[in-house]
């Protein structure tokens, strides 16, 4: 059954998480994404599943760890500073081949920054948050729907190609209200240990052990590898981008960007079309792997692209690097907080049209 | 003929890395004759460490994971929540559980999670080649320590039974020791205990093991267990600092 209620972007994704058949949340308070840990924490006892405030963000990256070992859907949620104390477990799990689910609600920084909404992980995230040769899937939502709906795709995807998954909002998709269809069918958690012949369950005396490991003393093997796991990268990069395209048809001027300033650009290109301004947008959904087929598509046509971010310019870069820079990629941004206005992002798309 | 002595069943075949001298290869045979007697191999899941024990994966016939440093308790708390009717147990250094992990062995201790925690306490770092440990002796000298551990710079030693011994959660804490025979025999009912009390739902169990570092050390296998006797155990007496089953 699918219900339409109206729930904070937070607390969609732990509703969402609970019927995908997550039952192991572990978190540790950071606004401003705390809303899912105080969703969970009332939910799980009720359904037998595990809420547990961990002693640190460290920890609690380790307990999902040892959660998803067991073939387990298991997941962690916070923001920006505190993914920096998870990026360690973060490549133990990307290096263990280990699917789990993170949650990261930006907020400004660097340092302890601000408690306001941010794009500026975005570099971090989508070059794999850690040390090592690594990536995870990064997955961008701009409505309290797509919250709810990406932290399905997150599970599956992650499961599908051993991978940890993350949901990246910025700060106003954790807050802001919508409504929202919930998934209505729930996955049942005792199947889910069952596909995942690797997990570590206990050999029950029928089996070899299984080891879950990131450890490779021989070269050649941890070489081995890291090739192989970039192989699956390239596979997720050719099979499961995904991206909108919005009034592209005959944009001449197309507009990136992600989570809430795509939808405050959506409204400025709404007022560029009534002064008959060509312009377009392509929201990337994934944000690893990159959408850069349709950006690469894009520029064979469009006089230039602007991108709208609440960073210094990051995915700009991602931008260029997807157009080979054959085309100008402006820039209109707002840091530490700031959100730009419609009016803001109209008035940089007429610079860019004359 | 009639086999008195084998190999327990819970190690594999895998040749063992450690140094001549090293007690890790007891406290393995320890542990596996645990799991054994308890009948627990086929439900178990250990973790490993960082550090010389790193690679215990390869040598308990468990399922095992391999964890960061000093997450092994975190780690075990993960897999315990998930599977409350499995055995699991950490095996970690003095390095990984009462420097880097400091945080994770008390609150883990202090959450009274049903685990076991075999803790391997000799006083270096091994597997990077012999560095001070918050365990290191007053005056020991080790590659970080050249001019002898200064407690006025480099701290005290820190014991970790009577520090975990503080809080109301854990259910059994006991320091023991392998350098003799006599010794070898306490540790062994010790950790058996150690993985009783989880079957039997008693909670947290820590088994601190006074162990040698002939290499690092830089001292015979024998000398190295003289210097267990002569220094260590002055200083981390041995036997039980908490049993909730002797608390009635």
């Known amino acids: 059954m699918s219900e339409k209620v109206l729930m904070k972007g937070n607390e969609a994704i732990a509703e969402a998480a609970i019927r995908c058949g997550c039952r192991h949340y572990f978190g540790y308070p950071i606004t401003p994404q705390t809303e899912i840990a105080a969703y969970m924490s009332k939910r799980m006892p009720k359904i037998g599943g595990t809420f547990l405030q961990a002693e640190s963000e460290i920890a609690a990256i380790n307990m999902v760890y040892g959660a998803a070992s067991t073939g387990r859907r298991a997941m962690t949620s916070s923001s920006s500073p505190g993914i920096s104390l998870k990026a360690e477990g973060i490549s133990y799990l990307a290096g263990a081949d280990l699917p789990a689910l993170i949650v990261n609600v930006q907020r400004g920084g660097p340092g302890l920054g601000g408690i306001q909404p941010s794009q500026s992980d975005y570099f971090f995230m989508t070059r794999g948050p850690g040390h090592g040769d690594f990536h995870i899937i990064v997955l961008a939502p701009a409505t309290v729907q797509e919250m709810a709906d990406m932290t399905r795709l997150a599970f599956e995807l992650g499961e599908k190609y051993r991978m940890p998954a993350m949901l990246l909002a910025d700060g106003t998709m954790g807050q802001m209200m919508e409504p929202v269809v919930l998934p209505g069918e729930s996955v049942d958690p005792e199947t889910i240990p069952a596909t995942k012949p690797w997990a570590v369950t206990g050999t029950q005396m029928k089996r070899e052990h299984n080891i879950i490991n990131s450890l490779y003393l021989k070269p050649d093997e941890l070489e081995r590898t890291n090739f192989e796991r970039f192989e699956r990268y390239a596979k997720l990069e050719k099979e499961e981008c995904r991206w909108e395209e919005y009034m592209m048809e005959d944009a001449e001027i197309c507009v990136v960007s992600v989570g809430i300033t795509a939808r405050v650009s959506k409204n400025a290109i709404v007022a560029a079309r009534k002064e008959g301004i060509k312009v377009g947008m392509i929201r990337p959904i994934t944000l690893f792997p990159f959408p850069k087929a349709p950006l690469a598509k894009a520029a064979e046509k469009v006089k230039g692209f602007l991108t709208v971010e609440l960073n210094m310019g990051q995915m700009n870069e991602d931008v260029k690097l997807a157009i080979n820079c054959s085309k100008k990629v402006a820039m209109c941004n707002r840091v530490g907080g700031m959100i730009p206005g419609a009016d803001e992002v109209l008035a940089a798309i007429r610079k860019e049209a004359k | ?248």
């Open chain 2, 1 to 248: 003929m009639a086999v008195v002595f084998q190999k327990p069943k819970a190690l594999t075949d895998a040749v063992l890395h450690y140094c001549p001298g090293c007690t890790h290869g007891i406290v393995h045979r320890l542990v596996a004759e645990a799991i054994d007697e308890l009948g627990i191999e086929g439900r178990t899941v250990g973790i490993a460490p960082v550090g010389c024990s790193v690679m215990a994966y390869d040598y308990f016939r468990c399922d095992m994971i391999e964890a960061s440093h000093g997450r092994a308790p975190a780690v075990a708390t993960g897999v315990k929540r998930s599977m409350p009717d499995n055995i699991v147990f950490t095996y970690q250094g003095d390095g990984d559980l009462a420097s880097i992990g400091l945080c994770e062995t008390v609150s883990t201790a202090c959450r009274g999670e049903n685990i076991t925690i075999i803790f391997i306490n000799n006083a270096i770092y091994g597997m990077t080649g012999g560095q001070m440990a918050p365990t290191s002796l007053i005056g020991q000298v080790t590659q970080t320590s050249p001019y002898g551990r200064d407690p006025k710079t480099q701290g005290m030693p820190i014991r970790i039974c009577e520090l975990l011994a503080s809080l109301d959660a854990p259910a059994y804490l006991e320091r023991v020791a392998v350098n003799s025979v006599a010794h070898v025999r306490q540790a062994k009912k010790a950790i058996l205990k150690a993985f009783r009390n989880q079957v039997e739902g008693k909670g947290f169990s820590l088994v601190e093991v006074v162990s040698t570092c002939p290499t690092n050390w830089g001292l015979t296998p024998d000398k190295a267990c003289q210097f267990v006797e002569e220094k260590m155990i002055p200083f981390y007496p041995l036997g039980v600092y908490k049993d909730k089953e002797k608390i009635v």
